[in-house]
């Protein structure tokens, strides 16, 4: 809408010259927003932040998990769903503890990731290593890209 | 499920350096716990990625700055689908206000948490002394 009237005559219609700078400005600063931090707002808000990425075989999860232990972790697999469930426990110090700054954080988590394409829950597989958490699922025979010869 | 809260989700803090830094890549600021007792300061940051030949732990001057590289994720013949968070160093410094027994500094890195122990020296440990009544 904006370039219309850009293009065309500046609206002699328009009764506060102003507002046409005001309303592009807002939009400036709403591509700003989207541009220079794309990680600004995660997508789920729920945590661990997932990176999610794709091969012809498989879909490759990765989250930071760290002070999570393998058994503190629980994943599931359904046709096109991956759970990461668990908790994250900070052990209790000494009463004589004076705590200067507590900023690591403890609780539980459960996020449900919902895959583009159907997997084979079979045969997930999961490792953790140094805090970071790699779950490499493979797909469906369905799902794979399939090379189609031309006769 | 009510014995504990839920986990909420936090971004990774960038690290603001006055500086520039002659590495290129994004440098995050690891998140601490920090408490003291009589005998030792200790330390715990959720450095994840980070292994323990890639962990740089210094102090000097009562300056302590923890660095680690992650290493680069192999992501050949694979596509983006999400990002959610980003990966790269981590650094901080602390000024320490405790003299600090350097020989007997300890760490431990575990599942991606470092635990630093500084063991105050001997002399700055309080003592009891006790009063004689003469």
Sequence with gaps: MIYRRFVGFPGLENRNPFSEIENMRRQVERLYQGFLSPYARPAAGVFPLVNLTESKEHYALRAELPGVRSEDLDIQATANTLTLAGERKIPEEKQSAKYHRRERESGRFSRVITLPGEINPDKVEASLVNGVLTVVVPKAEASKPRQITVR | ?134
């Design chain 2, 1 to 134: 499920m009510t014995d504990s809260k839920e986990i909420k989700v936090k971004e990774k803090q960038e690290a603001t350096s006055p500086a520039q830094p002659t590495l290129e890549g994004l440098v995050f600021t690891p998140e601490v716990d920090i408490f003291e007792d009589e005998k030792a300061i200790t330390l715990l940051a959720d450095i994840p990625g980070v292994s323990p030949e890639m962990l740089n732990i210094d102090l000097r001057d009562n300056v302590l700055t923890i660095s680690g590289d992650v290493a680069r994720m192999d992501l050949s013949g694979e596509e983006w689908l999400t990002q959610e968070f980003e990966t790269g160093r981590y650094y901080r410094q602390f000024t320490l206000s405790e003299v600090i027994d350097q020989n007997r500094i300890d760490a431990k890195l575990s599942q991606g948490v470092l635990r630093l122990s500084l063991p105050k020296v001997e002399k700055a440990t309080p003592r009891k002394i006790a009063i004689k009544a003469g």
